[in-house]
């Protein structure tokens, strides 16, 4: 039966930019059927939503492009090529894989696909060169699968907005929630662990189900460096040397310690991208090296670009015709004190394949989540960290989020994507017990 299904899903599953312009219609369609918005205010609603996330667009793309980039430095891509010699069976493979990406992913999730598929790469060139029998593709989705963690972690979008004061959502909450009660607390990290376990013992299973069928890596590297001609003089001497580019990072890094100095650690999307560009321009050969790794890092990030506005509408044609809010009432109606949780990582889950950001899902659900907590007597914590763990969970299934990896390793979404399905539908069940213990 799996079999058919995989063939299926590599036969139908669209592009990432198709599967994204579906979504755009599903929308309108949703839009049109369940409210009484108007072709002309849906279409204005759209356009409107269109350009609402551009700022966000580029620091998603800058964060993307720096941790790329750090990764491709001369240092940490030989440290990762050496993750990539250690295993020395099939299932120390899986299992480096999928932990390292894990791992990479609560510290920082940009670095969780982007990491762990270069190293899903360098262990299947190692396995090549062994006669190691491992799949390829199911490399790449034990890197993706590790991924469903990211929200538990250092760079939770949900968890960090919640405890910083300030926050648009502080008054109705009544003050802050420290990380102590949510990444920090001993639920979240006890689902961390057994949600690793989960999707280890899901890409076990593949393993043992594609015993002897393996999938060679790409013969080449997608990433492999420009080839740029060096200039002879004085802009040959500052292009091919390090002292510019080191000049740069020292004055980064003197500006994040001012800052960390003065406001304790106080982290954003902008410090992590100014702390990534800081580090790879410090390990980087040159100031022309690092230039030459941005521009393939752009191509990495590029669909970014193209596809995030679409998403932009969705969520723009979401809000302004009530559908997001009417969905979320909806679920609220039918919930009570020992269900909210659920509800609210049920909810999230969906709502994130058409709006895959998790600061716009708490924009969009916090409010009625957090008034619903506090009229059932819910902890908030547990309530706010619901949303976090659904938006992580079908994070596996959304194509956006698997662009970086995917850009990395040289697959198609095609040839990841019924395990991704399989591997999200399994982590479900150790984040939902997780809610039910807190």
């Known amino acids: 039966m799996y079999a058919r299904f995989e063939r299926a899903v590599e036969q139908y599953c669209p592009d990432p930019l198709v599967f994204a312009i579906l979504l755009t219609l599903m929308m309108l369609a949703l839009a049109f059927g369940l409210t009484d918005t108007s072709p002309a205010t849906a279409i204005s609603a759209w356009g409107n939503g269109l350009h609402s996330l551009l700022a966000f667009t580029m620091q998603m793309c800058l964060i993307i492009i720096t941790a790329y980039v750090l990764a491709h430095t001369r240092a940490v891509n030989a440290l990762l090529q050496g993750l990539g010699r250690l295993p020395r069976s099939a299932r120390q493979a899986y299992t480096l894989v999928t932990v390292s990406s894990a791992l990479l992913s609560l510290l920082c999730w940009p670095l969780g696909p982007i990491g762990g598929g270069i190293i899903a790469r360098e262990v299947a060139l190692n396995a090549q060169r062994r006669g190691m029998a491992v799949n390829y593709p199911l490399l790449a989705a034990a890197a993706f699968g ?76 997608p990433d492999s460096p420009l080839a740029v001609e060096a200039r002879p003089g004085l802009v040959g001497r500052l292009e091919n040397g390090r002292e510019l580019s080191t000049l740069l990072a020292l004055m980064l890094l003197a500006f994040l310690g001012y800052w960390f100095a003065t406001r304790g650690l106080d982290l954003s999307l902008n410090i992590v991208n100014w702390s990534f560009l800081a580090l790879g321009l410090l390990l980087a050969n040159s100031s022309l090296h690092y230039a030459d790794l941005f521009a393939n890092g752009a191509r990495v990030a590029s669909p970014v670009l193209l596809q995030y506005p679409l998403y932009g509408g969705m969520m723009g044609l979401a809000l302004e015709s009530g559908l997001a809010e009417q969905f979320t009432d909806l679920v609220i109606r039918t919930a009570s004190a020992e269900s909210l949780p659920l509800v609210g990582f049920l909810s999230a889950g969906l709502i994130n394949i058409f709006i895959p950001s998790g600061g716009a899902q708490w924009a969009i659900q916090g409010p009625t989540f957090i008034s619903a907590a506090q009229a059932l007597d819910v902890d908030l914590a547990v309530v706010t960290m619901s949303i976090a763990w659904g938006d992580q969970w079908t994070n596996l299934i959304q194509p956006f989020c698997a662009v970086p990896l995917l850009a990395v390793t040289g697959l198609k979404l095609r040839e990841i994507y019924s395990y991704c399905i399989v591997i999200c539908l399994a982590s479900a069940f150790p984040m939902i017990l997780g809610l039910y213990l807190a």
């Open 146 to 221: 590790g991924f469903v963690v990211w929200e538990m972690g250092y760079s939770s979008s949900i968890g960090l907005a919640v405890a910083t004061p300030g926050n648009p959502l502080e008054t109705l909450m009544g003050g802050t929630i420290p990380v102590g009660d949510t990444l920090l607390a001993w639920w979240n990290l006890l689902t961390i662990a057994t949600t690793v376990a989960t999707v280890l013992l899901t890409v076990f299973f593949f393993h043992y189900r594609h015993r002897g069928r393996t999938s060679q890596a790409p013969p080449h590297r």
